[in-house]
């Protein structure tokens, strides 16, 4: 009998409030109403901001053991919304199966008098189990909207539709390990100086991203410092929506930053240009 694997990992759908109104992720009862034709598979009971690319790792590993059954119509991937970007990128860059998986959160707890996560749980079954969605790659379910995972960011701490997407084209690559890797992220600010670079490089880091400002600029002590500092540097923006491009010179424009040797992100947002970098890292080694 075909079925729909669904990969719980905690986030505060899978969470509760203690009597100081904390949330807190448990191994226990989802508060969903789940059909006989899914099979269930705790993976880990984590709020997603503790992850790291180890379980990212085991996501993606487990969306793929869970494929291997030729009776699993497709995925569902119960996660916290604060890393469901990175995760969901990942998932997808490896996902060369045209059976939908799809990730989707909660932003209340299911002990909460009007919680979210069950609508959105029956949604994403419910996406599924739709023959049309074949072949779409991995997709974001939440507040009434379905994304792709590609370009995704949360953009909002609290409203029940909490992510846009920025929909890049889909590539797949050959999977890889992620273990050891290490990519920094770097706020950019008016008057930013080189010591956070400086800092992740002296630490070993493989890559950085530039979280820059506008559609990626910055000032000439950065251009200088990605001149001089021997790793790969990817250059996104701290603008939620809208194209990254080295459009501006001037000393510390974003086409200062190309000449210094810095890559563009034309739309992913830090985390999941975090992600791409250190996959490409991966792949390079492998
Ligand atoms: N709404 C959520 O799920 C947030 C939670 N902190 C998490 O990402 O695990």
Redesign the pocket.
Known sequence: MSYIALLTT????A?SRDENGI?R?GPGALGLDVASEVKVRHLMS????TFDFSDMGRIADAVAEALVDEACQGVVVLH?????EESALLVDLFHDDPRPVVFT???RTSDHDAPDGPVNVAAATELVLDDTNRGRGVLVVFGGRALPARGLSKWHTTDLDAFISSAEPRVVVPRVDLTGVRVDIVALYPGADAVAIEAFVAAGTDGIILEATGSGNTNAQIVDAVKNCGVPVVVTTRVPVGPIEPTYGGGGGGADLVDAGAVFSPLLRAGQARVMLAVQIASGRS
């Open positions: 905690g986030g505060t759908i969470s949330s992720p984590k709020d997603s901001s916290g919304t604060d890393t469901m959160g909660a932003q």
